[in-house]
């Protein structure tokens, strides 16, 4: 079973930055090393949607809407994953949630969420 915990999030005002941490434990085998972190984040009233991802191996993808400000990273000797947003905007409050998912069976697990407020 796999256990993902958010941290980081808080209040800010428009401009201002965050760093998100994502901590991995449990049992995260995934065939070829063939495992994805992702994060995703929810609004109030809106679905929840894709924000970054970063597979063990591969190049780093992002939404439209954060490239350029959010820059998402891993250290797998902790096995963390980091999301440094900056630049931030009102549009980017939400609740932000970590994701890993194993490509090869499908398997995947989220975390609980840490909650993101920009203000102006």
């Known amino acids: 079973q796999v256990q993902l915990v958010e941290s980081g999030g808080g209040a800010v005002q428009a401009g201002g930055s965050l760093r998100l941490s994502c901590v991995t434990s449990?049992?995260?085998?995934?065939?070829?090393?063939?495992?994805?972190m992702s994060w995703y984040r929810q609004a109030p009233g809106k679905e929840r949607e894709y924000v970054s991802s970063?597979?063990?191996?591969?190049?780093?993808a992002y939404a439209d809407s954060v490239k350029g400000r959010f820059t998402i990273s891993q250290d797998n000797a902790k096995n963390t994953v980091y999301l440094q947003m900056n630049g931030l905007k009102i549009e980017d409050t939400g609740t932000y949630y970590c994701?890993?998912?194993?490509?090869?069976?499908?398997?995947?697990?989220w975390g609980r969420g840490t909650q993101v407020t920009v203000s102006s």
């Open positions: 970063i597979p063990r191996d591969g190049a780093t």
């Open positions: 449990g049992y995260t085998y995934c065939k070829y090393d063939k495992d994805i």
């Open positions: 994701k890993w998912t194993c490509a090869v069976d499908g398997n995947n697990a």
